[in-house]
Nanobody
């Protein structure tokens, strides 16, 4: 059964950095495209970044140049390095496969101004 566990969130001041991690199990990870998503308070979940099994990446416009998605197929893990954070980045962050499997609990990122 697929399981995704996100970690690494926290409270950070504007301009700071965080690195999120996602541990995946129950899927053929090395063949899976993975994505990071976020749900800001009171808003719908949105796509942040994706990475294919081969390492090709794509980013939503608001995070281009600030966020970097990466993966370690040996560890079944995907990461999101977030730099130059601003209050608009405040959200619960989730990872998921494309196509989706059941969502994890997410990890809260709060950026103070």
């Amino acid at each position: 059964q697929a399981q995704l566990v996100e970690s690494g969130g926290g409270l950070v001041q504007a301009g700071g950095s965080l690195r999120l991690s996602c541990a995946a199990s129950g899927i053929i990870f090395r063949l899976s495209s993975m994505g990071w998503y976020r749900q800001p308070p009171g808003k719908q979940r949105e796509l942040v970044a994706t990475i294919t099994g081969g390492g090709l990446t794509n980013y939503a416009d608001p995070v281009k140049g600030r966020f970097t998605i990466s993966r370690d197929n040996a560890k079944n893990a995907v990461y999101l390095q977030m730099n130059s954070l601003n209050p608009e980045d405040t959200a619960v962050y989730y990872c998921n496969r494309q196509p989706y499997v059941p969502w994890g609990q997410g990890t809260q990122v709060t950026v103070s101004s």
